[in-house]
């Protein structure tokens, strides 16, 4: 029996099919170990010992493919062919090792770039060792990355209240949509004229021609900048009369553009289909992998993560056999058309994205795939099929026209272009970011001499234009242009920079959020180095040197550690209040905008003689007065809106007034804490507070609303058989009813105001009948993230033991008090659990349950030989989430 080790279960099934009964295909899902989220998981001195951790779900997955190999002869690990496939066969490797299970089997590493019998019967017969530079490489990124991230982070949250996270791709990401913002901000639009007349031919075909000279100067696109200008010039051109001087036509050739890459994809795919770099790789990823047509599970693309342009000879072939019979031999160049790939580490390069078989059209699959997956492997099959047809031919004329009035002349120019052969663009024309407004346009017939009758002139006054902000498209390519990150990783690094709201996403185009740019002029400042374009890409050379075998990966991260955490360590003392100073200085364009007026940008419009500057507050960074305080005057951090309420005298940063209460005549306040905003009742020690649900935005909150949060929790009644009372409430996680210890979540947020009695009864007898049990009958203890530890960083979590609720993070398990609601459970209280538990008790010991971890090592070139000793190279680095 030979065992083969798959990334998804949907490639096993199809996988096996190909195979037969002599194999048993097994998916990893993905990446099986990590990094954890802690401090010491990578130790630099230790020679960059990594300890790796397995979580419940991958552990069971080894586990299985561990049984399998027992009593198996051969092993192969097939997963995906890059670096991150590379890595999750070598994590599977050293941890089979570590179970003592590979005595007498054969290793084998074998990669194809598609899901068909055919590449896969060709893989199977090519195997291969695990690339053991390609999987240094491949720890080198992931040490990097949590050095920056699990150093750097902690200074932000220590140095700058309410920051988030930082990295080593993701904050250099923020820089350039920071840095556009900042561009915007700091543009002056400027006035300019152009002026267009309308000419006729002496057969009487009209066409249009724009001013380009006057009295023998050239006239730039800014030249005439005020309309005084353009009317003295409109009066010489209704005077002048006209005549060619001159006209040029010229072929022009446009050749097709390249199969698709991993980042060319995401970026049309944005155009053309509205869709996310994430949401992209995902279809993309369901194609790769298969889809059911006709009673057969097939893959219709090759593997979707590469740099690489070029695609095999037969995939070649076919095209070129597609073009001829469907377009005709006049649409096939006389040889095929070869690509060269960018991708400075041909390791890195693999083949384009193509489909898997040219003549499965678009129309023939519309039955079988939904309307992504059928738009996206449209814009793959047509783009693959053009970049081998013939390029098109355009024809562009040039007319240049003199215009004389007197002792004056003036200079016009009038361009057309035609397509004389559409060539490629029959089936595909190339999206664009930014179009030009231009269109094409032909132009009637004209000799040198003729005479041109004018039919009118006009001058149209314009504005200079920002720059404009980024598209995740454009952000992508200038990302791939600076080398700063990996294709693979662009869709990934957007997803965190919204997730951590350093920006949003309107009409397509991506904002720098306040916080973000609090962040970003933080780095720029204090670490300007680890956020510059050139030294961030000058690393991804050197890592790609490390998957190409000419650079030690360890030599990388000493270079690399011995600086930063230099850098690091200037940051030790440094006082707050030197960073806002540096920060209000930095931001003072943004968040003290001169106005309208010219007056004092800074000038308080509380009291009269105040200054406003940036301050720091527990919950981030808000405007105040520097007379506070006397006066209290407040504004949120950015820049100011006129629209929104400020604050007043006794008032806070991040507090907004909605009205009083009714019965009590409390004042009932919207506020922004840590974790979200949050509805208030009165002031005092312990105030009642209600956290805003998801779906309930700040701006559209009423006193009704906010009265009803504050109402909760709800006694809906007492249970029939209990006698003790049933509760609704909205928690952490979303809207439940309770009864004693069994909460039930709801669907929505409405059912805890209008679920009745026998409808929570229902749900309560389901939940304790229907409840996962173990094989002693009591239910499994399954974990909920309560969220990440503020300081130490990893997850906290909350589980069911024997004797209640517990919270756990690395080993320190902390009881619930009774008087705690677990649904409502607040991470601030979960970490004052944890933390009162670990002043007071003795040394930590394993959680129950927790993930194992091990000290793993880097792969000796021989790595994938078997062997039940680990690897003699040193410590290993930890997966992404596939």
């Known amino acids: 029996m030979t065992v083969v080790v798959v990334e998804s279960p949907a490639k096993a099934k199809t996988i096996n099919k190909y195979l037969g009964s002599d194999y048993q295909v097994l998916a990893s899902f993905g990446h099986v170990r990590d990094l954890p989220a802690k401090d010491g998981s990578v130790d630099p001195e230790k020679g960059f010992e990594m300890l790796w951790e397995v979580d419940g779900k991958s ?52 990669v194809f770039n598609a899901i068909t019998k055919q590449a896969v019967t060709e893989a199977m017969a090519q195997p291969r060792e695990i690339d053991a530079p390609l999987v240094e490489a491949y720890l080198a990124r992931r040490a990097l990355d949590y050095l920056v991230g699990f150093t750097l982070s902690p200074v932000l949250w220590r140095k700058l209240p309410g920051a988030r996270s930082a990295g080593r791709v993701q904050s250099v990401a923020l820089r350039l949509v920071c840095q556009r913002e900042a561009e915007i901000e700091a543009f002056v639009a400027q006035e300019y004229w152009s002026l267009l007349t309308k000419l006729a031919t002496p057969r009487g075909e009209a066409f249009e021609a724009r001013l380009v000279g006057v009295d023998g100067k050239k006239l730039g696109r800014l030249d005439v900048k005020t309309g005084v200008e353009a009317r003295d010039l409109e009066g010489l051109l209704k005077a002048a009369k006209y005549r060619v001087a001159a006209v040029e036509a010229k072929p022009v050739r446009r050749n097709p553009a390249p199969p698709f890459t991993t980042s060319t994809l995401q970026q049309e795919a944005s155009r053309k289909l509205g869709l996310s770099p994430a949401r992209t790789m995902q279809i993309a990823q369901r194609l790769y992998e298969g889809i059911d047509v006709g009673g057969e599970t097939v893959g219709l693309i090759t593997y979707m993560r590469t740099d690489g342009v070029q695609i095999a000879g037969e995939a070649v072939a076919a095209a070129r056999r597609l073009i001829s019979s469907d377009y005709g031999a006049g649409y096939l160049p006389d040889v095929p058309r070869a690509y060269k790939t960018k991708a400075k580490n041909a390791q890195e390069a693999h083949e384009a994205i193509r489909p898997t078989d040219m003549f499965r059209k678009p129309r023939d699959l519309k039955a079988h795939l939904d309307r992504e997956q059928a738009d996206l492997y449209d814009l793959i099959w047509t783009r693959t099929v053009a970049s081998q047809m013939e390029s098109a031919v355009l024809e562009r004329t040039t007319v240049d026209i003199i215009a004389g009035s007197g002792p004056r002349t003036a200079d016009l120019r009038a361009v057309g272009t035609v397509v004389t052969f559409d060539g490629f663009l029959k089936l ?78 309107d009409k397509k185009r991506l904002y720098a959020e306040d916080k973000g740019r609090l962040v970003t002029t933080f780095l720029e400042r204090y670490f300007e180095r680890y956020v510059e374009y050139n030294f961030t890409a000058g690393l991804e050379e ?188 909205i928690g952490r996680f979303g ?148």
């Open 59 to 110: 552990e069971k997955r080894l586990q299985d493919i561990a049984k399998a190999v027992r009593g198996a002869n051969k092993l192969v690990l097939a997963t995906d062919p890059d670096r991150e496939g590379e890595a999750i066969s070598w994590h599977v490797l050293e941890v089979l090792k570590q179970k003592r299970v590979l005595k007498d089997v054969k290793i084998e590493r074998v």
């Open 428 to 505: 595909y024309q190339e999206g664009e970011d930014d179009p030009e407004s231009e269109e094409d346009k032909r132009l009637p017939a004209m000799s040198a001499s003729d005479n041109l009758v004018l039919l009118g002139a006009n001058g149209s006054q314009h504005f200079t234009e920002p720059p404009p902000r980024f598209s995740e498209a454009s952000l992508v390519k200038r990302m791939e242009e600076l080398g700063i990150g990996r294709p693979s990783t662009y869709a990934a690094t957007l997803a965190v920079l919204r997730e951590r709201e350093y920006v949003k996403i």
């Open 542 to 729: 050197q890592l790609d040197q490390v998957s190409a075998g000419e650079l030690d990966w360890k030599t990388l991260l000493e270079a690399f550690w011995k600086d930063f955490n230099a850098n690091i360590a200037a940051t030790k003392d440094l006082k707050i209040g030197d960073v806002i100073s540096a920060i209000d200085e930095a931001l003072a364009p943004h968040v003290f905008p001169t106005p309208a007026d010219g007056g004092d940008p800074r000038k308080c419009p509380s009291c009269a003689d105040g200054k406003l500057s940036l301050r720091l507050g527990k919950f981030g960074a808000f405007v105040g007065c520097s007379n506070y305080p006397e006066c209290k005057y407040t504004r949120p951090f950015g820049a100011p809106n006129p629209d929104a309420p400020q604050g007043e005298a006794g008032s806070e940063p991040g507090v907004r007034k909605i009205g009083p209460d009714p019965e009590s005549g409390e004042m009932v306040t919207l506020r922004d804490g840590r974790f979200g905003p949050y509805v208030q009742l009165g002031e005092g020690e312990k105030p009642k507070r209600a956290t805003l649900p998801k779906g309930v935005a700040p701006s559209e909150l009423d006193l009704t609303t906010a009265l009803k949060l504050l109402s909760l929790p709800r006694t809906i009644g007492k249970h029939p058989e209990s006698g003790q009372p049933i509760l609704a409430n």
């Open 735 to 882: 809207p439940y009813i309770q009864h004693e210890k069994t909460y039930v979540n709801l669907p929505n947020v409405q059912d805890v105001y209008e679920v009745g009695i026998n409808r929570a009864v229902d749900l309560i007898a389901e939940k304790i009948a229907g409840g996962p049990r173990s094989r002693f009958g009591r239910g499994a203890a399954a974990a909920t993230i309560v969220g990440d530890h503020p300081t130490l960083g990893g997850a906290i979590e909350l589980r069911d033991g024997k004797y209640g609720a517990y919270v756990s993070h690395s080993g320190i398990n902390a009881t619930l008090p009774k008087t705690t609601d677990k649904a409502a459970l607040t991470l601030d209280e979960a970490v004052k659990l944890i933390e009162a538990k670990r002043a007071s008790g003795p040394a930590p010991k394993p959680a129950r349950g927790a993930p194992k971890r091990a000290a793993a090592k880097a792969p000796a070139k021989s790595a994938a030989k078997s062997s039940a000793k680990p690897s003699a190279k040193a410590a290993a680095k930890a997966p992404k989430s596939r």
